[in-house]
């Protein structure tokens, strides 16, 4: 089995390797990393170049043999599942778990008190459930709205009426571009709290992945939810069949040509991340 992963953070690399290494074991995965998508989608938003990339990365991946590909990048998410459409393999969003599982819990939630049942009857198809709120944080403006928008949609199918808002962590992208892990994970856990207290929403979602180490320091009652292990499950579900007598998703997957057979794994030996940014 291949895991591909395409990042749009570099130092997520790795963190995101180790995490496929340990829920895969003996899957190889191979890294694209662009960082010019994410900062071209907080300068300008996702533009149709950045979903050129979007596009391009993921062929690339499942050209090279990927058997599902894990987009580490909530910001890019939406021009991800577009590309999705085209390809033979499932991309996973890593937002996507996190996004079900907030609207979930939220229902649960309710301001009625009252316990619903994930799957709701025939009878209870028809009304809107009145969920709980859902605060999404982000330490830039361009993740705001996919996750949003995910959330939303989520909530929609699963016919919940979910008040969503959306904020952004001031200061937290600039101190971890300088450097400064500290002050980056402190003002998200700062905020974090700062909504607990408020009373305003029953389930806090953190959107970036890059923002998922700050959540354990910040000690809050309600629910904080973060990306990397759904993303992470969500992958490992597309590559292992939940019925252990049904083969493995690379045995869908074609040979290359002259190969002779299964393709080989793709990338180095020790999961370093390959540098796929196109010039």
């Known amino acids: 089995m291949i895991a591909g992963l395409l990042h749009t953070v570099p130092a997520l690399a790795p963190t995101f390797d180790a995490l496929v290494a340990d829920a895969v074991p003996g899957a190889s995965r191979e890294h694209v990393v662009d960082a010019w998508m994410l900062e071209t989608a907080i300068a300008e938003g996702v533009t149709p170049a950045v979903r050129e990339r979007v596009v391009g990365h993921l062929r690339h991946l499942a050209d090279s043999g990927a058997d599902a590909v894990l987009v580490t990048c909530s910001s890019i998410g939406e021009a991800a599942e577009e590309a999705a459409a085209a390809l033979r393999i499932p991309v996973i969003r890593v937002d996507a778990a996190m996004a079900a599982e907030s609207v979930r819990l939220a229902a649960h939630a309710n301001s009625s008190g009252v316990f619903r ?36 949609r989520e909530a929609a199918a699963r016919g919940v009426a979910v008040d969503v808002t959306a904020t952004v962590v001031e200061g937290a992208a600039a101190a971890r571009a300088a450097g400064d892990q500290a002050t980056h994970d402190r003002l998200i856990a700062d905020e974090v709290r700062r909504l607990a207290d408020s009373g305003t929403a029953s389930v806090l979602v953190l959107a970036q992945a890059s923002m998922a180490p700050a959540a354990e320091s910040a000690g ?9 292990a759904g993303g992470v499950a969500g992958l490992r579900e ?19 040509p002259g190969s002779g057979g299964t393709s080989a794994a793709a990338g180095p030996a020790d999961g370093t991340p390959a540098d796929g940014t196109r010039a």
């Not at 198809?125 to 959330?151: D, H, W």
């Not at 597309?238 to 290359?256: E, F, H, I, K």
């Open 117 to 152: 049942p994930d799957t709701p009857s025939e009878g209870e198809k028809t009304q809107e459930l009145s969920a709980g709120g859902i605060a999404v944080l982000a330490t830039n403006t361009a993740t705001l709205g996919p996750t949003t928008r995910l959330i939303e």
């Open 238 to 256: 597309a590559l292992t069949p939940s019925d252990p007598g049904t083969p493995d998703a690379s045995a869908n997957r074609p040979a290359p």
């Open 220 to 228: 809050v009652d309600l629910p904080v939810l973060t990306s990397p």
